[in-house]
């Protein structure tokens, strides 16, 4: 879940997959990921991602929350010619309002794939769909691609809270949040655990956050049951 840093309120949610292994139980995505890539399955996980996401978000809003879906995409959807057509075609067929839609890719992928990527924001856009760069700042990148592509939001990688919370040096947290706010993002941090950090993005400004601080990634039943979603 995603929530407001000033009053708390649920403002979305980032989709995430997790294997079910038979024997391994839960397997995070960096370990099977690369298997995924290397089989040329990509594409149809991507498009698994987006509709069970989508179909979920449907059930949400019919229960009265209207909240924004936040899905990864990777290099080999930006190079997907046909990218652009499946997400339009799964707007329509869950009835989601684009602007509801909040697709994220990284810094990495954007410079790899410099000409494609630039076309495909540009596509996604025009269909009202929202963008945002995750894990900003993590990657070797240049900041001119941010004049070029119509991004929404930056997220903010957790490493660079985590480093605040054991310096105390707030520069470069500031010097992101200044910057979006320069640009005209939105500002994103991810992985707040405690009351100190929030307090402390709260007063430079951030927009959102994400983490343990109010809730670890759940499956959608233990949503369904959280206090947060209750009271939004």
């Known amino acids: 879940p995603i929530f407001n840093v000033n009053d708390m309120h649920l403002t979305g949610f980032e989709a995430l997959v ?3 292994h ?3 139980g839960i397997v995070a995505p960096d370990q099977f990921i690369y298997a995924v890539e290397k089989q040329g399955l990509m594409p149809q996980l ?3 991602m987006l509709d069970h996401a989508m179909r979920q978000q449907v059930i949400w809003r019919e229960q009265g929350h209207n909240t924004v879906m936040h899905v990864n995409i990777t290099a080999t959807d930006v190079q997907n010619e046909h990218f652009v057509d499946l997400v339009q075609s799964l707007l329509l ?3 989601i309002n684009p602007a509801q839609l ?3 890719l990284t810094e990495s992928t954007l410079m790899k794939n410099w000409d494609m990527g630039g076309t495909l924001l540009r596509n996604l856009r025009e269909l009202g769909v ?3 760069i995750d894990d900003f700042g993590t990657g070797y990148s240049s900041l001119s691609y941010l004049n070029r592509f119509p991004v929404d939001k930056l997220k903010i990688d957790r490493s660079f809270l985590n480093d605040w919370s ?3 040096d707030e520069r470069l947290i500031s010097a992101i949040i200044s910057l979006s706010k320069a640009m005209g993002f939105g500002v994103v941090a991810e992985g707040v655990e405690d009351q100190q950090q929030l307090n402390f993005l709260k007063g430079l400004g951030c927009d959102e956050f994400q983490g343990y601080f109010i809730s670890k990634p759940l499956a959608v039943n233990e949503i369904s049951d959280a206090v947060w979603l209750k009271s939004t």
Do not use: C, I
């Open 93 to 95: 067929k869950h009835g």
């Open 22 to 24: 038979p024997q391994r």
């Open 166 to 168: 054991v310096q105390k």
């Open 102 to 104: 909040m697709l994220e």
């Open 46 to 48: 991507t498009e698994w």
């Open 18 to 20: 997790r294997w079910q």
């Open 130 to 132: 929202k963008l945002a």
